[in-house]
């Protein structure tokens, strides 16, 4: 069975200041990968998501993550953090071998990031 | 982008009663849609997956005369807690499925519940 580990609970970045949140994942086989951020009060949104083809991925919100299959690794980086940025993020597998209605997520427990003035 | 809505937003229930909560797709059909659980500081946990117009699929461990999900329509699905309890208490979050749309979910808000 698929399973992501975020190492981190909790980083606290000073505003400005670049960022790296961490994600290990482990699946057999090619891996669909995520990552949400979801805030107070609203729904997980969708910063970006790896199937295939360049490693390094461009999402929203001036977010990027780099696709490490030799590290099992999908970090998710930003150059400069906005106080706006503070929420909490997951980082997500998808069931590639199951197919149809039974495909699904496995997400990890998240990283709660803090953003000083 | 699509839009999916949970209603009620947070709800407090007597332990022994039923609360139903409601999870719309605003403007798309979703042929599927999933219901989770999270604990604070845990993950979303999968409850169980609803396709439209048949039984919905439980994950290991959840008990599925506890928790029962109907999804009616395309753009409909409730979960009810059954003669809920204090370990019921939780945040409910649904997810909802464009057809031919395997990788995309689009998440509600998400519904506190809180059992005396």
């Known amino acids: 069975a698929q399973s992501v580990t975020q190492p981190d609970i909790h980083i606290t970045v000073s505003e400005g200041a670049s960022l790296e949140l961490r994600c290990n994942y482990s699946?057999?086989?090619?891996?669909?990968l995520f990552w949400y951020v979801q805030s107070p009060g609203q729904g997980l949104q969708l910063l970006l998501k790896?199937?295939?083809?360049?490693?390094l991925v461009q999402g929203i919100k001036g977010f990027e993550a780099e696709f490490k299959r030799s590290q099992s690794s999908f970090n998710l980086r930003k150059p400069s953090v906005h106080w706006s940025d503070a929420a909490e993020y997951f980082c997500a597998v998808g069931d590639t071998n199951s197919g149809g209605s039974n495909y699904k997520l496995t997400f990890g427990k998240g990283t709660l990031l803090t953003v000083n003035p | 982008g699509a839009v999916v809505s949970q209603h009620p937003s947070w709800v407090i229930c007597k332990s022994g009663t039923s609360v139903k909560i409601e999870c719309r797709s605003l403007d798309f059909q979703a042929t599927t849609m999933f219901w989770y659980r999270q604990f604070p500081k845990q993950s979303l946990m999968l409850m169980a997956t609803?396709?439209?117009?048949?039984?919905?699929?439980?994950e290991q461990g959840v008990e599925k005369d506890k928790f029962l999900i109907n999804h009616a329509s395309l753009t409909l699905s409730t979960l009810t807690v059954t003669s809920a309890h204090p370990e019921d208490s939780s945040f409910y979050i649904c997810?909802?499925?464009?057809?031919?749309?395997?990788?995309?979910?689009?998440f509600g808000p998400g519904t506190r519940l809180l059992v005396l």
């Open positions: 699946y057999g086989a090619t891996p669909y």
């Open positions: 609803s396709n439209e117009g048949s039984k919905a699929t439980y």
């Open positions: 997810s909802a499925r464009p057809p031919l749309a395997l990788e995309t979910q689009y």
């Open positions: 790896y199937f295939s083809g360049d490693t």
